[in-house]
């Protein structure tokens, strides 16, 4: 997936600022069922596309602790 201008790009509530962040595109995903993800360090680097119920999947399981602490 290529980086688009029109991709609003969000970072978790949870990073804290300290700069080992990734972003994702809400927007992109609620229209396409696909969600961008991309490294916050590297803006112009690559960009991950993962089907949505995959994505919160993973969410999901970081909630609930299933790969460790946090």
Do not use: Q
């Not at 680097?45 to 999947?57: E, R, T």
């Amino acid at each position: 997936m290529t980086d688009s201008p029109s991709f609003l790009w969000l970072k978790s509530s949870y990073s804290g600022g300290g700069g080992s962040c990734v972003e994702w595109a809400p927007a992109h995903a609620s229209t396409t069922g696909i969600v961008p993800v991309r490294d916050s360090k590297n803006p112009h680097g690559p960009v991950l596309a993962v089907p949505a119920a995959s994505f919160a999947s993973f969410v999901a399981g970081v909630k609930a602790g299933e790969f460790g602490a946090v």
